[in-house]
């Protein structure tokens, strides 16, 4: 990620509004104790910590021992590069304004329960559901725990995600999308010349204020 954009106050949004919580559950793995961080560069630090799990998967199937999960990488941007998370070390009181975001997700293996066709929208919406539940989410520059439960991660981070009244009262513009990528795939293709955090001219892009993310 580049240097937020901006970090605006808003007021009446807290992260109370994100939902009930999940109950607790187990993590699946602790963060490596040497993990690598460096403050906005989150694919390169979830570069590293993909590297890390899928060693660990490969050394463990080598063994003979069980590997039950699938480990993503997930970007978090939008159209216009202007994606509000809360719970982030920067401003861990208020949102911040990121261009884009990386975090890295656990999630437990369907092993084949489903077939991947010609089921019905309540057959994905119940298996969706039971892959949240067993997903956690490795993000660096979170005030989370690290690893977070998918469902409090995402409650807390995008406090609207399960709130469609909060939802309404956000600025579209600050709305995330995500792109979902298998970390095998992400280790072989990922690269960066971090281009992009070159300050552009003044009054273009993300140098300029993108305002609250109230509407």
Known sequence: MSSPATHSSVAGVSLANSGSRSKVLSPPLPLPPDSIYTSCYCEENIYLLAQTFLAEASS??????????????????NHGKTVALWAQKLRASDVVVWDYHVVLVLRKAANGAHPP????????EARDASAGASAWVYDFDTTLAVPSSWKDYVG????????????????GRFHSLFRVIPAAVYLDHFASDRSHMIVPAPGVGLA????????
């Open 60 to 77: 463990r199937v080598a063994a003979g021992l069980p590997w039950p999960w699938e480990i993503h990488v997930v970007f978090v941007s």
């Open 117 to 124: 066709t010609r089921d019905s929208p309540g057959d994905r």
């Open 156 to 171: 807390r981070t995008f406090p609207y995600a399960f709130d469609e009244e909060l939802k309404a009262c956000i600025d």
């Open 208 to 215: 300029t204020s993108v305002g609250a993310v109230l509407r």
